[in-house]
């Protein structure tokens, strides 16, 4: 889903303010007239670029880092604009705490639907663009020249006229008391000098010499550590526990219920807490008692039932069956998947009668603050969250996740003034996590005596997140999510970054939802993973069925767009698409998130039926590159996380309980399974896209049309780990 910023350039006051030394240049989310009508205000200064005297230019960056690179690629738009010395360029978090505070200045503070960067580089650029203006401003007035005649370059701000310099910290702080400009033009991305580079990540030496803090990794003073259980069947209950079997345990300190599904302990290191709630009795009640084999029944029957929400509909489809030459149908099936963040759940809270603050690492700020208030039974305005760097997020850490940090708070308000810091176990992440829906669909396809596609119908039935999650958000009862990549381009606001790119002459994609009693939860790329799957796939089968190559056949359904006809061609020709050299190759081409990506497989299955995936050709069209590097990097990810899922991951349950609970039976994606990816990235300008979750769509059904391509079987049940590709 998409959620445009409220913030706009119009809608920004920008202020400026001495904080002690150097130059503060600040944007709040209220215009100046609006503040001049209240003499009463004193503007508060809500800084997003801070330079000190020292030149150390200090970006406040409100996205959350997770592995992805938003952090950096956020900071060099900034730097870009400010025309400063990159090497003196730090990052940090401003709190959610401050942006309630000072009128939603940081705007929207949830990372995730990869609009990190393409629903913030407006306001982020004109932060930049200000402060170089104002700096340039007061070196002209200092020089008492025109300020046309001046310029910045590396924090150094030049007259050229007389050759005079003077660094970026030297006049910040007669900067700060100007006037800010209220029109900030912005650089042509022609122009880029650090923007649009590759250059290295800021995060990158901590994370390899071990500074970087992740929540985990937090020690406060006089800190204790507790560990959790909850009842392992989703709706059960706290019956009771038996305290006195642990309370004289090494370091324990305290055995509490947390709400009415959880016990925890609180000991003085996490591994004595977690070896007494190991050794504590604990009885349970209650909870429903799902069979997810079970539920394959009823995901069957909405394939064929009469009542479904209709997401896209163009044309006639009964009348291109009615008069088809040739029907091709089949049934494609994806589990439920889990997060399985590496740092599993954690939140550190210290509570006191007038005040909560914790320390965590969550994708979403403004909802962890909530969150905290909410168990801590405070005004939002005495409590405070200080963002951590994530070790993993995939959605699990987003508005849906704040599940752990409620846990935090109430433990520690029952430790008053003591941090305590909450840890789940590997186990406990497993059991209670907010899982990617199972679904499946039934893709019919009608071909002509040609070998034309007349018609298509993709009945997908499954779960809605949606409806679990942000019922309010429901359209008319669609879940519009289901629809993502499929949708049309006007189903909603911001649908279009998920509309379908292929043209059909007739065309239905339908939704008859299914709900199991699990929490789903958006996982990374949500439901753009399996409707292309749903969608490449079938487009492959048609094309074999009709006797015509995979590649000219999709291209022909993609003339009303060149962009998503220009990745796939680039991928299959670097591939050597079309090559009568033995290779056993599968193509994709997928829009999500406003980007557009192709990929092209190249596949090896043995006679025993091992499937080796050599090599992977992709290519990506973001619009905008920000740093092409990290773009690469983004994409060879989307290819461990989308093939890992094609391959190995699924949750079972049985009698409402969880099956796979820790990596032995959850597996991922190691060396000995990873191809060659090599990365074409092809920004064509024009529009912002994103590129995290966009290039996990196309990993699967590349790869499993390569599995026909070398073998004949078609492959429509995830994942593939326990099926052999030479039985037919």
């Known amino acids: 889903m998409n959620q445009m910023t409220s913030l706009s350039r119009r809608g920004f006051m920008i202020g400026v303010g001495a904080a002690g030394a150097g130059l503060t240049i600040s944007f709040i989310g209220v215009s100046r007239p609006a503040l001049a009508k209240d003499a009463g205000v004193v503007p508060e200064v809500n800084a997003w670029v801070h330079i000190g005297r020292d030149d150390v230019v200090t970006i406040r960056i409100a996205r959350s880092e997770m592995g992805q690179g938003t952090l950096t690629g956020l900071a060099q738009l900034v730097a870009e604009e400010l025309q400063c010395d990159w090497s003196k360029v730090v990052t940090e978090y401003p709190t959610p705490g401050q942006n309630l505070a000072r009128d939603n200045a940081w705007g929207e503070m949830l990372t995730g639907g990869s609009r990190g960067i393409r629903n913030s580089h407006q306001y982020v650029r004109e932060g930049g663009a200000a402060a170089r203006i104002m700096l340039i401003e007061a070196a002209a ?50 122009d880029w000098t650090i923007a649009g580079k590759p250059l290295k990540r800021l995060d990158t030496a901590d994370k390899l010499n071990g500074a970087q803090v992740y929540g985990a990794d937090l020690k406060l003073d006089g800190m204790l550590n507790a ?192 941090p305590v810091k909450l840890m789940w176990t590997r186990e406990e992440d497993m059991r209670h996590g907010f899982y990617h829906p199972t679904s499946r669909a039934l893709v019919r396809g009608a071909l002509d005596a040609e070998g034309n596609l007349t018609g298509m119908h993709i009945r997908i039935s499954g779960q809605s997140i949606l409806a679990a999650l942000r019922p309010e958000a429901l359209k008319d009862g669609l879940d519009m999510v289901t629809m993502q990549g499929l949708a049309p381009p006007d189903l909603a606001p911001g649908m279009e970054t998920q509309a379908l790119k292929y043209t059909f002459p007739n065309l239905l994609v339908d939704h008859a939802m299914r709900n199991p009693p699990v929490r789903p939860g958006f996982w990374r790329g949500v439901c753009a993973n399996q409707n292309a799957i749903y969608l490449d796939c079938a487009l492959d089968e048609f094309a074999h069925a009709a006797g015509r190559d995979p590649l000219e056949f999709r291209l022909a359904y993609m003339t009303e767009s060149p962009e998503l006809q220009a990745v796939l061609k680039a991928a299959a020709e670097k591939s050597g698409w079309g090559k009568n050299d033995g290779v056993h190759r599968g193509l994709s081409a997928f829009y999500s998130f406003g980007a557009y990506t192709a990929a092209c497989a190249e596949v090896t299955v043995d006679e025993a039926g091992a499937l080796k995936i050599n090599r992977i050709v992709a290519a990506t069209d973001p619009g905008m590159a920000v740093n092409p590097q990290q773009i690469e990097a983004q994409v060879e990810g989307s290819f461990v996380y989308g093939l890992s899922a094609m391959l190995f991951q699924e949750v079972t349950f049985k009698g409402g309980e969880v099956q796979e609970l820790n990596f032995d039976t959850y597996n991922s994606m190691r060396l000995e399974h990873m191809p060659l990816v090599e990365t074409i990235v092809m920004p064509s300008g024009g529009f912002w896209g994103g590129v995290g979750e966009p290039t996990i769509a196309v990993a699967a059904p590349a790869v499993l049309n390569a599995i026909f391509a070398a073998t004949g079987k078609r492959v429509r049940h995830l994942p593939i780990k326990d099926q052999n590709l030479r039985e037919l």
């Open 227 to 418: 560990s959790i259980k909850a009842c392992p069947i989703r709706g059960g209950k706290l019956k009771s526990f038996d305290q006195s079997a642990v309370m004289g345990m090494p370091g324990v300190r305290k055995v509490l219920a947390v709400y009415d599904d959880a016990v925890a302990v609180v000991a003085d290191t996490w591994w004595q807490a977690n070896s007494a709630l190991d050794a504590l009795p604990i009885e349970w009640e209650g909870g429903t008692p799902y069979d997810s084999a079970e539920f394959e029944t009823q995901l069957e029957e909405g394939l064929r039932a009469e009542q479904a929400f209709v997401g896209n509909k163009q044309g006639d489809v009964e009348a291109a069956f009615a008069s088809a030459a040739k029907i091709v149908e089949a049934t494609y099936r994806v589990p439920h998947q889990n997060h399985a963040c590496m740092e599993p759940m954690n939140a550190t809270a210290v509570w006191t009668k007038d005040s909560c603050k914790a320390w965590i690492p969550t994708q979403d700020g403004m909802s962890a603050l909530a969150a905290v208030a909410e168990a801590a039974e405070l005004p939002v305005a005495q409590c405070e969250v200080y963002k951590l760097h994530l070790g993993g997020g995939f959605g699990r850490r987003g508005g849906s996740g704040g599940d752990h940090v409620g846990q935090a708070v109430k433990i520690a308000k029952a430790m008053p003034g003591t």
């Open 141 to 190: 007035n200092r020089w008492k020249v025109p300020v046309g005649e001046c310029t910045a370059r590396d924090s150094v701000i030049t007259h050229a006229p007389t050759g005079r310099t003077v660094t970026f910290g030297a006049v910040a702080d007669d900067a700060a008391k100007l006037a800010p400009p209220l029109e900030v033009p912005l650089k042509d991305p022609a």
